[in-house]
Nanobody, 114 residues
Framework: QVQLVESGGGWVRPGGSLTLSCTASGRIFSDPAMAWYRQYPGKQRELVAVIFDKDTIHYEHSVRGRFAISIDNAKTTMNLHMDRLKPEDTAVYYC????????WGQGTQVTVSS
């Protein structure tokens, strides 16, 4: 069973940057489409960014131009670089496959506040 592990979250002031990372127990991502999601308290997870076959990318409109999703050449680490962070980006961020999802990991908390 693949265990997804998200890391890189933390506290940052508005306008700051963070880079989140996702690994799958050190294994290669088997799903050709990988995604980052986020979850606000009391809400369902929502899609933030999707990357398909490393070069087809879709962003949720509120993060377009500020976030960048990428996967390394070995396909073992997926990153989400977040720039110009806003308080409304505060959430728990998760990664998972889109077509072959695994059990959800613990997520990583991102807090944007002054």
């Amino acid at each position: 069973q693949v265990q997804l592990v998200e890391s890189g979250g933390g506290w940052v002031r508005p306008g700051g940057s963070l880079t989140l990372s996702c690994t799958a127990s050190g294994r290669i991502f088997s799903d050709p489409a990988m995604a980052w999601y986020r979850q606000y308290p009391g809400k369902q997870r929502e899609l933030v960014a999707v990357i398909f076959d490393k070069d087809t990318i879709h962003y949720e409109h509120s993060v377009r131009g500020r976030f960048a999703i990428s996967i390394d050449n070995a396909k073992t680490t997926m990153n989400l670089h977040m720039d110009r962070l806003k308080p409304e980006d505060t959430a728990v961020y998760y990664c998972n496959g889109v077509t072959l999802p695994s059990d959800w990991g613990q997520g990583t908390q991102v807090t944007v506040s002054s």
